[in-house]
Nanobody
């Protein structure tokens, strides 16, 4: 009913920047929270940032990453600056969406994940 399509990640050098995008499509009535998570090799998935009417960030990315959203396009972005090797992970988009079939509440939907590798 609702699909999330993430942009490709890639290989970047330490200190460089990369922007991820995630577009939601389908039977969407309303989107509440939009977020980015990441999972590094051998580690649990962690919340990187989320945005509703305001944004919130994990301490590890605060000041370097910026999350934003375009409600008209049902799209969330993650601008990652000053990337570090420890930012290497699969990044997942996550949204809470109310479909046109729902009266109340929200459904949680995940993107397919995109690999970001930070290495020299």
């Amino acid at each position: 009913q609702v699909q999330l399509v993430e942009s490709e990640g890639g290989l970047v050098q330490p200190g460089e920047s990369l922007r991820l995008s995630c577009a939601a499509s389908g039977s969407i009535a309303r989107i509440n929270r939009m977020a980015w998570y990441r999972q590094a090799p051998g580690k649990e998935r962690e919340l990187v940032a989320y945005i509703t009417s305001s944004a919130s960030y994990a301490d590890s990315v605060k000041g370097r990453f910026t999350i934003s959203r375009d409600n008209a396009k049902n799209t969330v972005y993650l601008l990652m600056n000053s990337l570090k090797p420890e930012d290497t992970a699969v990044y997942y988009c996550n949204v809470y969406v109310r479909t046109t079939f729902m009266v109340t509440g929200y459904q949680e939907v995940w993107g397919q994940g995109t690999l970001v590798t930070v290495s020299s």
